[in-house]
């Protein structure tokens, strides 16, 4: 028997997977921790330079932070302004140079951040940034790497392999003595987060019947949400960095129960010739399910499948952009998966831009994901394309629109603001269905695996969009707003792939075979896929 049918005799979302999706959805609470964390630990808390005139004796340097406005000049020195006679002094040791006199903050929002405790500001603000765009490259890291290794050494293992480094880097990271160190540990992490990602949803679709691999990726993605929303009331309660840093990384010691209660994937078990093993998961998860298997069940493997990965394997990466039409549409599916990526990271990153408390906005905006992700369940099945140009251009002018509100309104900046992150999720939901639609068949894992590689460079550039406020407050605004909307007018030209036959060459898609049957999401395998989620 195909392994689909056994799924189907044995049940394809019953309790056995239900407990399975418990399993894998846990981790990602603290994923989205972590992928957050650095709004709070990273955040740059309003700040003086002390002048090289030294206090009275026994005094210590008191400012009223908001009676001064601090800037940096393009050329990164810092330059301050006082309305206040008593803070006058706090202009001196200011110059070409930089602080002279070291930096003071204020602890009124959080008593200490990576910036306060190694001076991030000014001349040193860029470091910052860049130390976001490394995190975010250990994503994509992570992706290939243990995409790689998870065909080869199983789901299961890999996910224990990812858990435990985070766990391990994560704690190590609060104690990191210096910023080289404190970012090298946070590569190490996010390479962990595609890690775990990755194959906890590889792991679950596996073992779920096609009728509910849809409904049950978006189950991961509410605990993702979940744990972004929880973050907000985390990080409000504890403000030192580090604290904060221990707090959300040692839990991951729990997961050492894992070893006993996760379960290998069998689809995987089959397909490395262990159909012995994976038979007695099968009668395991049969007996959970209440759905006994006959004794004279055969697992063996689909030669007409066996067949068609063969044929596949003459297929690379070059058939995605060597015919006119493929290559069309390869290219703009590849700028969706960016711009897409780009724009939500950029606006989940920088909450503090907005003008309302930090708290209370990433609440709101942990909170909008869970509409923004069911929502798509509605408008799928209606029209991809329709869905897909929609949600891009409601996200790319909600963006553009913040620039022209000032920042006294900081609540209905931050309300577009919301909107626009409601439209950059659901599109981002969107995308990985719609791109597994269009590309063919024989070059279809391909496809989605260069999307994902696509969709991280966008989070890797992400915090450096921010580096153009030095030259203008509104040009990361812009970037945000204008990229969305060119990928709504590119959808246009992509096909409708909703209630349509898959392609399975690339001559289908360049039109010389016209195909008449039906086939569904499920005739994809997404356990060789790069997979992107929050």
Request: net charge neutral; aromatic share 12%; glycine share 8%.
């Amino acid at each position: 028997m195909k392994f689909d049918d056994v799924l189907n005799e044995i049940g394809g979302f019953g309790r056995f997977q239900k407990t399975l999706y418990i399993w894998i959805c846990l981790p990602q609470i603290l994923l989205a921790f972590h992928m957050f964390v650095s709004i709070f630990t990273s955040a740059v808390p309003p700040h003086l330079c002390l002048s090289t005139w030294p206090p009275p004796a026994g005094q210590e340097p008191s400012f009223n932070f908001s009676q001064v406005e601090l800037s940096c000049s393009a050329e990164g020195s810092a330059q301050a302004y006082s309305s206040n006679s008593s803070t006058r002094a706090v202009s001196e040791g200011l110059g070409v140079g930089g602080c002279q006199g070291g930096w003071e903050y204020s602890k009124e929002i959080f008593h200490s951040t990576v910036v306060t405790e190694w001076d991030l500001v000014c001349e040193n603000a860029t470091l910052n940034n860049i130390g976001s765009s490394i995190y975010m490259f250990g994503l994509l890291v992570g992706a290939a790497l243990f995409g790689t290794l998870s065909d080869k050494y199983g789901r299961r293992t890999i996910i224990l392999v990812g858990l435990a480094l985070q766990v391990v880097f994560g704690v190590g990271a609060a104690f990191a003595p210096t910023f080289s160190i404190y970012i090298l540990l946070r590569f190490v992490v996010g390479t962990t987060i595609s890690a775990v990602i990755m194959n906890a949803f590889v792991l679950g679709t596996e073992w779920t019947g096609p009728k509910h691999r849809m409904l049950a990726g978006i189950i991961t993605d509410y605990f993702f949400g979940f744990g972004y929303i929880l973050l907000a009331g985390v990080a409000y309660l504890i403000r030192d960095w580090r604290h904060l840093q221990l707090a959300i990384s040692a839990p991951g010691f729990l997961f050492i129960f894992y070893i006993w209660l996760l379960p290998k994937s069998a689809r995987w078990l089959m397909a490395n010739q262990k159909n012995e093993e994976a038979l007695d998961l099968i009668r395991k998860a049969a007996l959970v399910n209440g759905n006994p298997l006959r004794d004279d069940i055969d697992l063996q493997q689909d030669h007409k499948s066996a067949k068609t990965v063969k044929n596949q394997r003459k297929h690379t990466v070059i058939d995605l952009v060597r015919t006119p039409k493929m290559r069309r549409q390869s290219l703009i599916v590849f700028y969706l998966w960016f711009v897409n990526v780009l724009v939500y990271y950029g606006l989940s990153l920088n909450i503090s831009d907005f003008g309302i408390n930090i708290y209370l906005t990433q609440f709101i905006f942990g909170l909008v994901e869970m509409p923004a992700r069911t929502i798509t369940l509605f408008t799928l099945n209606r029209s991809r394309q329709i869905s897909q140009l929609a949600f891009l251009t409601v996200g790319g002018l909600a963006c553009l629109l913040t620039i022209f509100i000032p920042d006294d309104l900081s609540i209905i900046r931050t309300a577009l603001a919301m909107v626009g992150k409601f439209g950059i999720t659901a599109s981002l939901s969107i995308i990985y269905v719609y791109s597994a639609e269009i590309f063919p068949t024989v070059v279809r894992q391909s496809g989605i695996g260069m999307g994902s590689m696509c969709a991280r460079a966008g989070g890797v550039i992400a915090p450096i969009i921010y580096l153009l406020k030095r030259y203008s407050p509104q040009a990361p605004m812009v970037v945000f707003g204008l990229c969305p909307l060119v990928g709504a007018a590119l959808t246009m030209l992509l096909p409708e792939t909703a209630n349509k036959a898959l392609p399975d060459t690339i001559e289908e898609v360049e039109g010389s075979i016209q195909r008449c049957v039906d086939v569904s999401f499920s005739s994809f395998n997404p356990s060789h896929t790069m997979v992107v989620r929050n």
